[in-house]
């Protein structure tokens, strides 16, 4: 028990003070999702999506929901969540990689800083079309359902893109306080928070179904799916904790009177090097059509058949995210793990690879990663159409097979296991300090 990092990190000060913090934000973010915008009868509004039943309507709120925890069906102030930021990221990485204009000025001084800039300023943009086709959306749901929206149209337009809007990029400022001064990364655990805070309502969902003897589910199919649900999770903790080492030696040099290297180490390739973020990134990079064609479905025609073909519950959508998953790993891990910079860092160290020629490196890095992010990403597509293989068999709701499915799964596995590793990394720096003020006390004599 004493080797446990979870006491530990409520023994310590500072651990113990970034998990309140972290706590304290995700009450304040969990408090604003369950804000319903000014001008919406929040009652009206939850009795006609109540109705909707097995509809692709109620498919696409289902999906929004997936990463906002219920926020979107609220039409709370916090309803586009993050997905903003992480589609305008998106845009920002694709056009760093096609214009050498703008890598060129990221990889300046303070070239980061321009680039966070870029992104915010772009995803105000972005909540901005998203919002105002949600306004679109709420006054085809008041067509509906008369008495949705008590204001008048152009008046309630205008709160709700300012509203939405503001709450979007409030939760943006949330993630970054918990990444600064909370425990994890800001943004992956707003994500969890909003997965993890409709787990409750999707198995009280199943509970239902199960008692339902007429229309209801199998309660063999339940306990196989269970399994199923131990077994990925088992298999997710492997594949993100696996890791390819490249052994790497460095030559003794004499600089001055001191002597540097002579020691062997080696990289730590994971065996899915980019982690949880394809998926992340395929869902974000689909989220923003699928919500504008589904908003507009009642104005425009060829919108609505869009709509339509990206059910996410059709093939269409999921051969797209497949696709997407795959592309975004290769796309990442050749952002985050340049083989040309690393290779190029190992020379400048006087290092090399044993049995691999210096000046080809890079060439022998590259083919490494290519045969570690192709299963790597297979396997993230096969875990994130799960949800929809297991609905279709077992005839689970939406809500359950993707609340309790692949993607849901690899995110709260995949951002448990980072913050873990983080609060470890805070416990052995602690305990390092700790050590090194113990040595510095002089004796008493």
């Given amino acids: 028990m004493a080797s446990n990092p979870v006491v530990n990190m409520f023994r310590v000060k500072e651990l113990r003070s970034r998990v309140l913090f972290t706590l304290f934000i995700l009450a304040v973010f969990r408090l604003g999702s369950a804000l319903t915008l000014p001008g919406i009868n929040a009652t009206l509004l939850l009795q006609y999506f109540d109705s909707l039943a097995s509809s692709a309507e109620s498919a696409f709120a289902n999906y929004m929901d997936f990463f906002a925890g219920g926020a979107f069906e609220r039409f709370s102030v916090f309803m586009l969540g993050v997905m903003p930021y992480i589609s305008t990221q998106i845009i920002l990485q694709l056009a760093l990689v096609i214009f050498p204009s703008l890598k060129r000025i990221a990889q300046e001084e303070g070239g980061q800083q ?31 359902v008369p008495g949705v929206i008590v204001l008048d149209k152009v ?30 990364n800001g943004i992956s655990v707003l994500i969890l928070a909003g997965i993890v805070a409709r787990i409750p309502s999707a198995i009280w969902k199943l509970i239902e ?8 589910i199998n309660i063999v199919f339940v306990i196989v799916a269970f399994f199923m649900y131990l077994a990925i999770i088992g298999l997710i903790v492997y594949e993100q904790s696996g890791e390819r080492k490249i052994p790497v030696h460095y030559a003794k040099r004499v600089v001055g009177r001191k002597m540097y290297g002579g020691q062997n180490t080696y990289i730590p390739f994971k065996i899915n090097p980019s982690g ?31 709509s339509a ?43 090399s690879i044993p049995g691999i020629r210096t000046d080809k490196t890079e060439e022998y890095l590259q083919k490494v990663l290519n045969r570690l992010i192709l299963p790597g990403s ?18 689970f709701p939406q809500e359950v097979s993707m609340l309790m499915g692949g993607t849901s799964l690899l995110i709260i596995v995949g951002v448990d296991l980072d913050t ?26």
């Fill in 114 to 144: 321009k680039v966070q800039a870029w992104t915010r300023i772009g995803t105000i943009f972005v909540c901005i079309i998203q919002s105002l086709v949600i306004t679109i959306y709420a006054d085809s749901i008041n067509q509906q």
């Fill in 155 to 184: 008046y309630f337009s205008i709160l709700a893109i300012l509203t939405v809007t503001t709450g979007s990029m409030v939760t943006v400022w949330i993630g970054d306080q918990i990444t600064a001064h909370g425990i994890g």
């Fill in 209 to 216: 179904n199960v008692q339902n003897y007429t229309n209801g």
């Fill in 276 to 306: 949880v973020i394809p998926i992340i990134f395929a869902s974000a990079f689909l989220t923003f059509p699928l919500q504008i064609a589904t908003g507009l479905a009642t104005k425009v025609t060829w919108l609505s058949k869009l």
């Fill in 309 to 351: 073909a990206l059910n996410p519950l059709g093939v269409l959508y999921n051969l797209i995210e497949v696709l997407l998953i795959i592309f975004f790993a290769y796309f990442y891990t050749q952002v985050t793990l340049n083989p040309t910079e690393i290779a190029k860092q190992i020379r400048e160290n006087g290092g």
């Fill in 378 to 395: 297979l396997y993230l597509a096969a875990i994130a159409i799960l949800p929809t293989i297991i609905q279709i068999l077992f005839k």
């Fill in 420 to 445: 873990m590793a983080q609060v470890e990394a805070l416990l052995k720096m602690h305990h390092h300090d700790g050590l090194t003020k113990k040595g510095l006390k002089p004796r008493n004599l």
